[in-house]
């Protein structure tokens, strides 16, 4: 697929041609330099925004639209301030036609899941931003979509509870078996994460590399010590940091010249 806006009467291609084939079950990050296209290409796979050129297509047929089968998580979450936590999960359910008693159950078991048992009757704003974004994470959860984007979800939070929504949300994606595409600009969150991860070029987007690392398990924080994913660190940063470089304005002049002088010493 492609996407190119139109923008002050210009065209902006912000994806280059891409194309992904995401096995169901995999955790898939995604990670590269502001702009490049993450979020475009997440919104196109969610239904949210439509490719220039091609499909994005789920075993239940072509995306041409936001469906519960294909839930969304943003950066900030985004829960009704004047309802309980409960009560913002079980609405989800409510709008699915579940029933007014088995919504507030279902709600109850997922805040339980997301670690948030206890705090069922508690408003938005007397909980920290990582349980608001646990709360939005079973909203999304209730629908049972069987895949889950995510853009971005921890960025607002701290590093300690960062870790700890990150360890959480694998744990509830063994339980669930969702597939989830997540978008990330922290390189070691998108290796520590991801079964696959792919990092997109900038302007217009296309895939750079396309990793698959064979890390040890079980998946906790340790494994961050391992050589498997330093390598794995290293191998996406170098790529970015290649790109970055060769997007560096006058960075060509300047290499010039340094070979230049090179040559001539
Ligand atoms: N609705 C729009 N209209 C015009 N241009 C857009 C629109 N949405 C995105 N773009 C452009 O597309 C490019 C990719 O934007 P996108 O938000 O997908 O990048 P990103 O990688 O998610 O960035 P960041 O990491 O900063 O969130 C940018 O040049 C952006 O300005």
Redo the contacts with the bound molecule.
Sequence with gaps: MTRT?R?KGRN?Q?LAPVSLSIPSGQFLTIV??????????LQIMGGFDTPSTGTVTTPAGPVTGPSRDIGMVFQRATLFPWWTVEKNVAWALRCGGTGRREALQRSRELLDLVGLGGFETAYPNELSGGMQQRAALARTLSLEPSVLLMD?PFGALDAQTRELMQEELIRIRQAAGTTIVF?T?DIREAVFLGDRIVA?SG?P?SIALDLAPDLPRPHTHEVMRTQEFLDAYETVWACIRDQASAREPGRSERAAEQDDQGESA
């Design positions: 806006f923008r902006v912000a590269g330099p502001s702009g490049c296209g993450k979020s475009t290409l971005e978008v600009h997109l302007s987007g």
